[in-house]
């Protein structure tokens, strides 16, 4: 049974950067598509990037509110994923979460609705204020 957990959430003044970890146990995240969603008060959880299995050529896409600033990657040996988050606005604000989801076979490209994931982490607080 997979397993995720974040951390490295905090506060941080409007313009600094922050990483986001997600480590696995109980199976290799390389086999799986990893997400990154956020959610504020109030608001529905919402795709941040994600990153395709291994065999699927660990492809990523990013919601074009984050496009240029943030980046997903993948540690394999660490079985981690993280995400880099640089330029940091106030409504970047939320808590963050990593997901994954073993694709069907042909399903080589990441998807960024909530429903397509199986296996959630606890989430970790973001708060970009100054």
């Known amino acids: 049974q997979l397993q995720l957990v974040e951390s490295g959430g905090g506060l941080v003044q409007p313009g600094g950067s922050l990483r986001l970890s997600c480590a696995a146990s109980?199976?290799?995240?390389?086999?799986?598509?990893i997400g990154w969603f956020r959610q504020a008060p109030g608001k529905e959880r919402e795709g941040v990037s994600c990153i395709s299995s291994s065999s699927s050529g660990g492809t990523t896409n990013y919601a074009d509110s984050v496009k240029g600033r943030f980046t997903i990657s993948r540690d394999s040996a660490k079985n981690t994923v993280y995400l880099q988050m640089n330029s940091l606005k106030p409504e970047d604000t939320a808590v963050y979460y990593c997901a994954a989801y073993r694709p069907p076979i042909g399903f080589r490209i990441c998807g960024s609705h909530p429903g397509l994931y199986d296996y959630w982490g606890q989430g970790t607080q973001v708060t970009v204020s100054s």
């Open positions: 109980g199976s290799l995240l390389d086999t799986y598509h």
